[in-house]
């Protein structure tokens, strides 16, 4: 396998990279550098992470509840025994 030239150092590619909708991870660095440098996004907000979790807490009991549901349907005559 031969070394080829990096494509983040040629600015024809770069330009063809900005067209995308989808941000530029990486930036070029001047010869001698390293090829690439990671730029993390931003963390989301806190608001959005709490307004997930709680999203996922209710999603969570409300798949347990169906499932109690069901159990409850398909199994009605233990059931029916159990509450008598």
């Given at each position: 396998?031969?070394?080829?030239?990096?494509?983040?150092?040629?600015?024809?590619?770069?330009?063809?990279?900005?067209?995308?909708?989808?941000?530029?991870l990486?930036t070029?660095?001047?010869?001698?550098?390293?090829?690439?440098?990671?730029?993390?996004?931003?963390?989301?907000?806190?608001?959005?992470?709490?307004?997930?979790?709680?999203?996922?807490?209710?999603?969570?009991?409300?798949?347990?509840?169906?499932?109690?549901?069901?159990?409850?349907?398909?199994?009605?005559?233990?059931?029916?025994?159990?509450?008598?």
């Open positions: 396998m031969t070394n080829s030239p990096s494509l983040l150092d040629d600015l024809g590619f770069l330009k063809a990279l900005d067209e995308f909708d989808v941000p530029l990486v070029p660095m001047p010869a001698g550098e390293p090829h690439w440098v990671y730029d993390p996004p931003p963390p989301p907000p806190p608001s959005l992470q709490l307004a997930q979790l709680a999203l996922g807490v209710i999603g969570v009991g409300l798949m347990m509840g169906l499932g109690a549901a069901c159990a409850a349907l398909v199994f009605e005559d233990q059931v029916a025994q159990i509450l008598r």
